[in-house]
């Protein structure tokens, strides 16, 4: 276990929190005959920051990445065969700002989410320190922002938006905080934790 000091107050709540049910079901995945099929596991980390005002740690992708280029997203990545979800979402945090992994408290992990383009993603909530030191993987991360975990978590931000896929219409969540857009995938996770956390 990664972790290496007692569990702040922020850890406590959000631990309480993520043991209730969720207020509604959670959005399991993309379009449903495609989610089906995913099956390459990976993982994310939801880095929430322990400051008066907590945050959510977003990096933006570079705009040459083969997919979702110039998306706002979670560190993650897949799940190497010799690791589960949380030592994955602790490396590729590791790998693409520099994070380190010591210095996140584990809360726990969300429900699986199924991605059209065949990942199986585990969400996993860790605490970090306010105004951490993070130095974005240039290759793969232009920068990354913090946002409030308030505004992100707060339905009424949260728009169900829809738009042609595959020949279909297709639902899918947006966010919008500062000028930037988080949508698909990541928005989809953010709902997620607002529907376990309850917060207010």
Known sequence: ???????????????????????????????????????????????????AEPGVILTVRREHMRTHAGQIAFPGGRVDVSEDPIAAALREAHEELLLNPTSVEIVGTLDEYRTVTGYVVTPVIGVIPPDPPLT?????VAEWFE??????????????????????????????????????VTAAIIVNLSRRLQWA
Request: proline fraction near 11%; aromatic fraction near 6%; charged fraction near 25%.
């Open 1 to 51: 276990m990664p972790t290496r000091h007692r569990p702040t107050k922020l850890t406590q709540r959000l631990r309480a929190a993520l043991s209730s049910l969720a207020v509604e079901p959670p959005v399991e995945g993309d379009l449903p005959e495609l989610r089906a099929q995913a099956s390459v596991p990976a993982a994310v980390l939801i880095p929430i920051t322990d400051g």
């Open 136 to 140: 974005p993987q240039e290759d793969e």
């Open 147 to 184: 946002a409030p975990l308030q505004h992100l978590l707060d339905p009424a931000r949260q728009h169900r938006q829809a738009a042609l896929f595959a020949g279909r219409e297709r639902h899918y969540y947006e966010i919008l905080w500062n000028g930037r857009r988080i949508w698909g």
